[in-house]
């Protein structure tokens, strides 16, 4: 057997406050949602005027990450790239990029999602919320 890390509320509180910051800091309105290493929601926010629909794809995002233990852009570039197959795979829905996992030990123990502006930007956020963490 192994032991392996997991994340804390306390973590989760930390995840959303720096993708937060990040948000408020360039004026823009998103959802940030943070998934455990299953892809379980265990923390979510939705900023003032973020879209309604921004919701359900931060949400997707950050699954994807989880359960793909890598940025979820790497699976919208594979895609772009004409593996077209991979819009198949189950329980993967935010093929789109600003979903990041969260490493530690060289593990993934989670992941963070946002959605609401440019992908980059969405992107930029959530390697912020992982930054507020791990740094």
Same mark, same amino acid.
């Given at each position: 057997?192994?032991? $392996?890390?997991?994340?804390? /509320?306390?973590? %989760?509180?930390?995840?959303?406050?720096?993708?937060?910051? /990040?948000?408020?800091?360039?004026?823009?309105?998103?959802?940030?949602? %943070?998934?455990?290493?299953?892809?379980?929601?265990?923390?979510?926010?939705?900023?003032? !005027?973020? &879209?309604?629909?921004? &919701?359900? %794809?931060?949400?997707?995002?950050? $699954?994807?990450?989880?359960?793909?233990?890598?940025?979820? $852009?790497?699976?919208?570039?594979?895609?772009?790239?004409?593996?077209?197959?991979?819009?198949? *795979?189950?329980?993967?829905?935010?093929?789109? /990029?600003?979903?990041?996992? *969260?490493?530690?030990?060289?593990?993934? *123990? !989670?992941?963070?999602?946002?959605?609401?502006?440019?992908?980059?930007?969405?992107?930029?956020? &959530?390697?912020?919320? %992982?930054?507020?963490?791990?740094?």
């Amino acid at each position: 057997m192994i032991t $392996k890390s997991a994340l804390t /509320e306390a973590d %989760v509180t930390t995840l959303i406050a720096g993708a937060k910051s /990040e948000a408020q800091k360039n004026s823009w309105a998103v959802s940030i949602a %943070v998934m455990d290493d299953g892809g379980h929601l265990l923390g979510f926010l939705r900023l003032d !005027g973020a &879209a309604v629909f921004s &919701a359900s %794809v931060a949400v997707e995002k950050a $699954k994807t990450a989880a359960l793909g233990c890598r940025e979820s $852009k790497n699976f919208e570039d594979m895609i772009n790239n004409g593996r077209y197959a991979f819009l198949s *795979v189950p329980t993967m829905q935010g093929l789109l /990029e600003g979903g990041v996992p *969260v490493i530690h030990g060289g593990r993934v *123990v !989670g992941a963070i999602g946002v959605s609401g502006v440019k992908s980059n930007e969405d992107a930029q956020i &959530a390697k912020a919320g %992982v930054a507020a963490l791990l740094t």
